[in-house]
């Protein structure tokens, strides 16, 4: 298989994006930021780099995706005593692969786009994060369109948020992400593909997916994965961050932080007896 990943730092201090990349796996996995409290060393990047940590672990084995995520989120918890309610949490996106397919798991809202022979890409996207806080997410919103831009109101804005948003965590009828409740791994989104008709495969954080989905600069995901190839990703997410310079107060594109953490692995199959299990 080619792969080829990036990571690229937004405002915050810290890259909370992780990507992950084993002999036969790669993984994006996008460490939430919090605007309420939270433990001093413990947050979303930390949590990311961990769960990512215990995923390579066991990706190149036979152990069904879904029980994998399950145990890494139980082993995470167990070794730093996370408890749910007071945890960080993350996105989790992965594909492996065989000699004849190719699975994806996709929890919380970072996508994989997968580009078949002939057909249209197929973006595989776990959205119910944003069918959560609908008027806390316009209040922020319109904060944004009518010029008050990044500072304080917008941090209480978007901690009330966080709580609306909290309060539908890993439960029925709200949403589910990687934090201190294992059996949200059975609730994630999976495909398999044959592998021989898989031509390219992307996984990125929703930092680099606005590109496509928020800001439509590449136009569409046929045009995306031109860019991503022609520059690389790294290039990629640079020219993300330099369109997002362009309305630095949110104006335009109505955003939680300037510049977020952006991650993207791009897979191309070389089909050889080396390169699969």
Not at 22 to 32: I, S
Not at 70 to 83: R, S
Not at 154 to 180: C, F, H, K, V
Not at 230 to 243: K, T, Y
Request: charged share 25%.
């Amino acid at each position: 298989m080619s792969i080829a990943t990036a990571t690229l730092r937004g405002s915050g201090r810290t890259n909370q994006d992780t990507a992950v990349v084993t002999d036969h796996a790669m993984a994006v996995l996008d460490g939430a930021t919090s605007w309420l409290p939270q433990e001093t060393g413990r947050d979303g990047g930390w949590y990311s780099r961990m769960l990512g940590a215990r995923l390579a672990q066991g990706l190149d084995s036979d152990t069904p995706l879904v029980e994998l995520l399950a145990e890494a989120i139980a082993g995470v918890c167990g070794d730093f005593g996370l408890v749910p309610g007071n945890a960080p949490e993350s996105t989790v996106t992965i594909a492996r692969w065989t000699a004849e397919e190719i699975e994806i798991l996709v929890l919380c809202d970072s996508p994989a786009v997968i580009y078949q022979r002939g057909l249209d890409p197929i973006v595989i996207l776990d959205d119910r994060l944003q069918t959560t806080g609908a008027s806390a997410r316009a209040a922020y919103h319109e904060h944004l369109r009518a010029g008050g831009g990044y500072g304080r109101e917008l941090d209480r804005l978007l901690g009330q948020l966080q709580r609306d948003e909290l309060a539908l965590q890993n439960r029925p009828g709200g949403y589910w992400s990687a934090s201190a409740t294992p059996e949200a791994a059975e609730h994630a989104l999976t495909e398999r593909y044959s592998l021989r008709d898989v031509e390219h495969l992307i996984l990125l954080t929703d930092g680099a997916s606005a590109a496509v989905d928020d800001y439509r600069r590449p136009a569409d995901w046929s045009a995306a994965l031109e860019d991503i190839r022609r520059a690389g990703p790294g290039q990629f997410l640079e020219s993300v961050h330099i369109l997002e310079e362009t309305d630095p107060n949110g104006f335009r594109w109505p955003r939680a932080k300037r510049h977020d953490d952006k991650a993207l692995a791009l897979l191309h199959p070389l089909v050889t007896s080396a390169a699969v299990r």
